[in-house]
């Protein structure tokens, strides 16, 4: 995995398109981004899960605010839901991460017999969002 020093790792992706719409959404919000290995994936994104996703940089102070902005553009706010409107969104998300888990074997699946890999279409946040909560509650 990449490490830059001074800043920290906030999201990665497959997919060059999700990454350049995350990045123009956070450097139209005043942050400052880097993403090794993009030059990479637009040139050859049909590997890209041989190589891994693009990972999106921060520096470390802005790190929780960036992550809190690109949730917010995928309308993860957590924060906003109460206590019982939550469990459902709970289980409304498993059947989700079944479809991923199927749709991830099925893609390396694809890799391994024909040496080719489907981008992935969604952009990765990292760190939790029960952490970035007990951060702002602090």
């Not at 891994?52 to 921060?58: E, K, L, Q, S, T």
């Not at 040496?115 to 007990?134: F, V």
Request: aromatic share 6%; glycine share 8%; no cysteine.
């Amino acid at each position: 995995m990449t490490t830059i020093t001074g800043f920290q790792r906030v999201a990665s992706a497959y997919d060059p398109t999700e990454v350049l719409l995350a990045v123009a959404l956070l450097q139209g919000a005043g942050f400052v981004v880097l993403t090794p290995g993009l030059p990479l994936n637009q040139v050859a994104s049909h590997y890209s899960i041989a190589y891994g996703p693009v990972a999106i940089f921060v520096p470390e102070a802005d790190a929780d605010d960036a992550r809190a902005l690109l949730h917010a553009a995928q309308g993860d706010t957590p924060e906003v839901a109460g206590p019982a409107e939550t469990s459902g969104a709970v289980e409304a998300s498993e059947p989700r991460k079944q479809r991923a888990l199927r749709r991830k074997l099925l893609d390396l699946a694809g890799f391994v017999i024909s040496g080719i890999s489907h981008p992935r279409d969604r952009l990765s946040i990292d760190g939790s969002r029960r952490e970035a909560r007990a951060k702002r509650s602090d």
